[in-house]
């Protein structure tokens, strides 16, 4: 018998989906996705296009509403309760063009009632290696910059549950790789992340998990990238 | 309640600013209202007696069209980069952002009407006959009776495929009242042969009921795919 300490310890699951369907008129994007996500885990979820993952990180969002079956989040359905909780990043930035980046996370820092809001958005910007000073609208950021900066918005309200939709996306290898040492030091804090990628091998070693979805279902789950790869 | 004043004051804050910055509504406007003023006087030339019996539809109808140029600006700004996604898995109540635009929108029509009147008068030679304090009110009430069904329109038809059409479809047809309202208090205004006040009355009402319902409604408009 193990000792107490050893013993793995039940935790309820961060997030909890039965029977996803959504339907777009007549195209189902998600077929009845069920699946349990426990807390503090990274989940990289891979697929092709088209395969549901962004409908499944928008309802998860509370964005997309399901046609049919429920999302359970933080121990609620009720998602609009725990939307405090929630970072979202999409495949856009979600920010004003017209606007610094620091102007940009100020207002957001509002709309979730940040405490020391300039304070937070610094911390936050340099997180993500910009620089809080930079007066420049958001809008003549290399599209790397604007990537970082939009990741910097949805760790604004220091989120129990991340939710990321291409992060890595035009992103060059040395700002990915330090981003995804960011997202492992998240992860490690107690954060559950969730990563929508078609880069997958960026996260190699870093997730704990591997989600494929095709055709609007998951059809595996993986502790490691290759191990998919030899069962295809 | 003090939560929604205060997330209102920022998202106004915030709108202001990209409008300084930008400039997208109040140029479109003022440049169509400039156009309204100088084509209409050309082309029917009215004495000073003509000019005050339609004044008030001409103004009216000049600042309906202008404001739905910033109608649609307001909502397009937050379409772009899908920034609306972020107020949206937000916690922050709907009804702040619904104010803020109102709000918005009311200020830009008004400087539109504060810079357009003295060309009006002048192209039109204008004066009033009736109690003249009176217009200020009707102006006040006119233009939160546009604004506010035409920020909740502008977002109703945010996500269909021709918006700038689909809005004046669905803000005309519901703004006749209050067209009705305007354009006959200001008209009583200026020829001064009746009271306004039962159109102002009007367009109070309206005012108040429109608000009220639109204030209700915004929360499904904007969580609504």
Same mark, same amino acid.
């Given at each position: 018998?193990?000792?107490?300490?050893?013993?793995?310890?039940?935790?309820?699951?961060?997030?909890?989906?039965?029977?996803?369907?959504?339907?777009?008129?007549?195209?189902?994007?998600?077929?009845?996705?069920?699946?349990?996500?426990?807390?503090?885990?990274?989940?990289?979820?891979?697929?092709?296009?088209?395969?549901?993952?962004?409908?499944?990180?928008?309802?998860?969002?509370?964005?997309?509403?399901?046609?049919?079956?429920?999302?359970?989040?933080?121990?609620?359905?009720?998602?609009?309760?725990?939307?405090?909780?929630?970072?979202?990043?999409?495949?856009?930035?979600?920010?004003?063009?017209?606007?610094?980046?620091?102007?940009?996370?100020?207002?957001?820092?509002?709309?979730?009632?940040?405490?020391?809001?300039?304070?937070?958005?610094?911390?936050?910007?340099?997180?993500?290696?910009?620089?809080?000073?930079?007066?420049?609208?958001?809008?003549?950021?290399?599209?790397?910059?604007?990537?970082?900066?939009?990741?910097?918005?949805?760790?604004?309200?220091?989120?129990?549950?991340?939710?990321?939709?291409?992060?890595?996306?035009?992103?060059?290898?040395?700002?990915?790789?330090?981003?995804?040492?960011?997202?492992?030091?998240?992860?490690?804090?107690?954060?559950?992340?969730?990563?929508?990628?078609?880069?997958?091998?960026?996260?190699?070693?870093?997730?704990?998990?591997?989600?494929?979805?095709?055709?609007?279902?998951?059809?595996?789950?993986?502790?490691?990238?290759?191990?998919?790869?030899?069962?295809? | 309640?003090?939560?929604?004043?205060?997330?209102?004051?920022?998202?106004?804050?915030?709108?202001?600013?990209?409008?300084?910055?930008?400039?997208?509504?109040?140029?479109?406007?003022?440049?169509?209202?400039?156009?309204?003023?100088?084509?209409?006087?050309?082309?029917?030339?009215?004495?000073?007696?003509?000019?005050?019996?339609? *004044?008030?539809? +001409?103004?009216? /109808? =000049?600042? %309906?069209?202008?404001?739905?140029?910033?109608? $649609?600006? #307001?909502?397009?700004?937050?379409?772009?980069?899908?920034?609306?996604?972020?107020?949206?898995?937000?916690?922050?109540?709907?009804?702040?952002?619904?104010?803020?635009?109102?709000?918005?929108?009311?200020?830009?029509?008004?400087?539109?009407?504060?810079?357009?009147?003295?060309?009006?008068?002048?192209?039109?030679?204008?004066?009033?006959?009736?109690? *003249?304090?009176? +217009?200020?009110? /009707? =102006?006040? %009430?006119?233009?939160?009776?546009?604004?506010? $069904?035409? #920020?909740?329109?502008?977002?109703?038809?945010?996500?269909?495929?021709?918006?700038?059409?689909?809005?004046?479809?669905?803000?005309?047809?519901?703004?006749?009242?209050?067209?009705?309202?305007?354009?006959?208090?200001?008209?009583?205004?200026?020829?001064?042969?009746?009271?306004?006040?039962?159109?102002?009355?009007?367009?109070?009402?309206?005012?108040?009921?429109?608000?009220?319902?639109?204030?209700?409604?915004?929360?499904?408009?904007?969580?609504?795919?």
């Amino acid at each position: 018998m193990l000792p107490a300490s050893d013993q793995p310890v039940q935790v309820s699951p961060a997030v909890t989906v039965t029977g996803l369907v959504k339907q777009f008129g007549r195209f189902a994007a998600l077929r009845g996705v069920t699946a349990e996500f426990a807390s503090k885990r990274l989940y990289a979820i891979l697929g092709d296009n088209g395969a549901g993952k962004t409908t499944l990180l928008r309802a998860l969002a509370g964005l997309t509403p399901p046609t049919r079956g429920s999302i359970a989040m933080l121990g609620t359905t009720d998602l609009r309760s725990v939307c405090g909780q929630l970072g979202y990043m999409a495949h856009p930035s979600l920010l004003y063009d017209e606007m610094s980046g620091m102007e940009n996370l100020r207002y957001f820092a509002r709309l979730y009632d940040v405490k020391n809001c300039d304070q937070r958005c610094a911390e936050v910007i340099r997180a993500v290696k910009l620089d809080p000073s930079l007066t420049r609208p958001v809008g003549q950021y290399s599209q790397g910059m604007r990537q970082r900066m939009s990741l910097a918005r949805a760790l604004l309200n220091d989120p129990k549950i991340l939710l990321l939709d291409e992060p890595f996306s035009n992103v060059d290898v040395r700002s990915a790789r330090e981003m995804v040492s960011l997202l492992t030091d998240l992860r490690d804090s107690g954060k559950t992340i969730f990563v929508v990628t078609h880069q997958a091998s960026l996260l190699e070693g870093a997730a704990d998990e591997f989600v494929w979805m095709e055709v609007g279902q998951i059809v595996s789950r993986t502790p490691g990238l290759q191990a998919k790869v030899e069962t295809r | 309640m003090s939560a929604v004043a205060s997330l209102t004051r920022a998202t106004l804050a915030k709108d202001l600013r990209l409008e300084w910055r930008s400039k997208d509504a109040i140029n479109s406007m003022l440049f169509f209202s400039l156009l309204v003023v100088v084509i209409f006087s050309f082309s029917f030339d009215p004495t000073a007696e003509e000019s005050r019996q339609i *004044a008030g539809g +001409l103004v009216w /109808v =000049a600042f %309906l069209f202008a404001a739905v140029v910033a109608l $649609n600006q #307001t909502w397009a700004r937050e379409m772009r980069n899908q920034v609306l996604d972020a107020y949206r898995v937000s916690p922050a109540p709907p009804n702040a952002l619904f104010l803020a635009k109102v709000v918005g929108n009311f200020i830009f029509v008004t400087v539109l009407q504060a810079l357009m009147t003295p060309l009006f008068i002048v192209f039109y030679n204008l004066r009033a006959l009736g109690p *003249a304090y009176q +217009l200020p009110i /009707v =102006a006040a %009430l006119g233009t939160w009776a546009l604004v506010v $069904n035409g #920020t909740f329109f502008a977002a109703m038809s945010l996500r269909t495929r021709s918006r700038e059409i689909m809005l004046p479809l669905l803000l005309f047809p519901i703004s006749i009242p209050a067209l009705l309202a305007m354009v006959e208090a200001t008209g009583a205004i200026l020829t001064g042969e009746f009271s306004a006040r039962f159109w102002i009355v009007l367009l109070a009402a309206y005012d108040l009921v429109f608000t009220i319902a639109s204030l209700f409604l915004f929360g499904f408009v904007l969580q609504a795919e």
